[in-house]
């Protein structure tokens, strides 16, 4: 039985949190700022949390239920946010002030995927996580789910990875293509050569161009979606083949100068025109969630900007000795990268025997 100071401390502690919390829209975007100021997310990650939490807040509107605080949002109101994720393709038209039709607005216009109903889950999950250790809230929503239902809340099914095999690059590489698609091809194509991300591509400038001692050219930049995390102050550094320096050296870097209205669904949309005038028509398989099982398309219909980074790791895996299917290690052992280092020289000829340079 609880004692009378318990009680008059718990209901003491239960009124703070009501009086000093924000209504849990506002303090969503407060804690998605703060995130972003501290260096927790850069700069990517920073816009997209800013829509997610737009999409609570259009699901607190619909719900009549935009001056809760996030002290009062249940768990059943976690699950109604759940389907409200995966189904708000049916409120677009139910609802139009809330999706104005303006340049760069993308609305759902189909159930979505389960990635992305994860990734908007696991927004609120920190941030509620947040609140409990900071003791705005005494109540984690998510902890009154299931082990087993959060299991599945959770769960992500990933494709097949989807990338170009040499031969197709080298397909694009050779084609003759319209003079509108020239930007798209350099930036696929000198995507492939360097395998970053493509925010990362387009931050480069000619002073990240070198040459080393052994007079390999190659291109050195700070990753901007881990810089903050590394525990030291480390470059990506990669060298740069023949066809990478032919695009550096006629556009200067300047990718996206004749193409002021540059977005990354205009070059996916270019993209995917790139691969199909290329004739690049593999069929690979996705997982539909709305019939539960496999769909076959071809590459150039699903082609996005995470393809080129995709092809360099695989073409780049695909001339590596596996140590560990040698037998030489068990599957995850460190001591591998404790015995060897592949410098820029070994990385050089890597990236040329995988290009077949």
Same mark, same amino acid.
Request: aromatic fraction near 10%.
């Given at each position: 039985?609880?004692?009378?100071?318990?009680?008059?401390?718990?209901?003491?502690?239960?009124?703070?949190?009501?009086?000093?919390?924000?209504?849990?829209?506002?303090?969503?975007?407060?804690?998605?700022?703060?995130?972003?100021?501290?260096?927790?997310?850069?700069?990517?990650?920073?816009?997209?949390?800013?829509?997610?939490?737009?999409?609570?807040?259009?699901?607190?509107?619909?719900?009549?239920?935009?001056?809760?605080?996030?002290?009062?949002?249940?768990?059943?109101?976690?699950?109604?946010? =759940?389907?409200?994720?995966?189904?708000?393709?049916?409120?677009?038209?139910?609802?139009?002030?809330?999706?104005?039709?303006?340049?760069?607005? =993308?609305?759902?216009?189909?159930?979505?995927?389960?990635?992305?109903?994860?990734?908007?889950?696991?927004?609120?999950?920190?941030?509620?996580?947040?609140?409990?250790?900071?003791?705005?809230?005494?109540?984690?929503?998510?902890?009154?789910?299931?082990?087993?239902?959060?299991?599945?809340?959770?769960?992500?099914?990933?494709?097949?990875?989807?990338?170009?095999?040499?031969?197709?690059?080298?397909?694009?590489?050779?084609?003759?293509?319209?003079?509108?698609?020239?930007?798209?091809?350099?930036?696929?194509?000198?995507?492939?050569?360097?395998?970053?991300?493509?925010?990362?591509?387009?931050?480069?400038?000619?002073?990240?161009?070198?040459?080393?001692?052994?007079?390999?050219?190659?291109?050195?930049?700070?990753?901007?979606?881990? +810089?903050?995390?590394?525990?030291?102050? +480390?470059?990506?550094?990669?060298?740069?083949?023949?066809?990478?320096?032919?695009?550096?050296?006629?556009?200067?870097?300047?990718?996206?100068?004749?193409?002021?209205?540059?977005?990354?669904? =205009?070059?996916?949309?270019?993209?995917?025109?790139?691969?199909?005038?290329?004739?690049?028509?593999?069929?690979?398989?996705?997982?539909?969630?709305?019939?539960?099982?496999?769909?076959?398309?071809?590459?150039?219909?699903?082609?996005?900007?995470?393809?080129?980074?995709?092809?360099?790791?695989?073409?780049?895996?695909?001339?590596?000795?596996?140590?560990?299917?040698?037998?030489?290690?068990?599957?995850?052992?460190?001591?591998?990268?404790?015995?060897?280092?592949?410098?820029?020289?070994?990385?050089?000829?890597?990236?040329?025997?995988?290009?077949?340079?």
């Amino acid at each position: 039985m609880m004692s009378v100071t318990t009680i008059f401390n718990r209901c003491f502690r239960a009124f703070h949190i009501r009086k000093n919390t924000e209504w849990i829209y506002p303090r969503l975007l407060r804690f998605i700022n703060e995130s972003h100021r501290d260096g927790v997310i850069g700069d990517g990650r920073y816009a997209i949390a800013l829509g997610k939490a737009e999409k609570l807040h259009r699901f607190l509107i619909i719900n009549d239920q935009s001056s809760i605080a996030a002290s009062e949002f249940t768990t059943e109101q976690v699950l109604q946010f =759940r389907q409200f994720i995966y189904d708000e393709y049916k409120y677009v038209s139910m609802y139009p002030h809330l999706y104005p039709q303006r340049p760069g607005n =993308r609305y759902p216009r189909k159930r979505l995927r389960d990635t992305t109903v994860v990734h908007d889950l696991k927004l609120l999950q920190a941030f509620f996580a947040e609140l409990e250790s900071t003791d705005e809230i005494h109540c984690n929503p998510f902890h009154k789910i299931s082990m087993e239902k959060r299991r599945v809340m959770m769960h992500v099914m990933y494709d097949a990875p989807i990338y170009l095999r040499a031969n197709e690059l080298k397909q694009i590489m050779m084609t003759a293509i319209p003079e509108r698609l020239q930007w798209v091809k350099d930036l696929f194509v000198l995507n492939c050569c360097i395998g970053c991300r493509i925010s990362d591509l387009l931050r480069l400038t000619m002073d990240k161009v070198a040459m080393s001692e052994d007079g390999i050219p190659y291109v050195h930049y700070m990753p901007s979606k881990t +810089a903050k995390m590394q525990t030291i102050n +480390a470059e990506v550094i990669t060298p740069l083949i023949e066809p990478a320096m032919e695009i550096i050296n006629r556009t200067q870097l300047q990718l996206m100068g004749t193409n002021p209205h540059y977005g990354k669904q =205009r070059y996916n949309k270019m993209l995917r025109e790139l691969l199909r005038e290329c004739g690049i028509n593999r069929r690979v398989t996705l997982y539909n969630p709305e019939t539960g099982d496999n769909m076959y398309k071809p590459i150039w219909e699903v082609a996005t900007s995470k393809l080129a980074r995709k092809t360099h790791i695989d073409m780049l895996n695909k001339v590596q000795i596996n140590y560990y299917a040698a037998g030489l290690h068990r599957s995850g052992s460190d001591a591998v990268f404790r015995y060897t280092n592949l410098e820029l020289a070994d990385r050089y000829e890597l990236i040329k025997a995988a290009f077949r340079i």
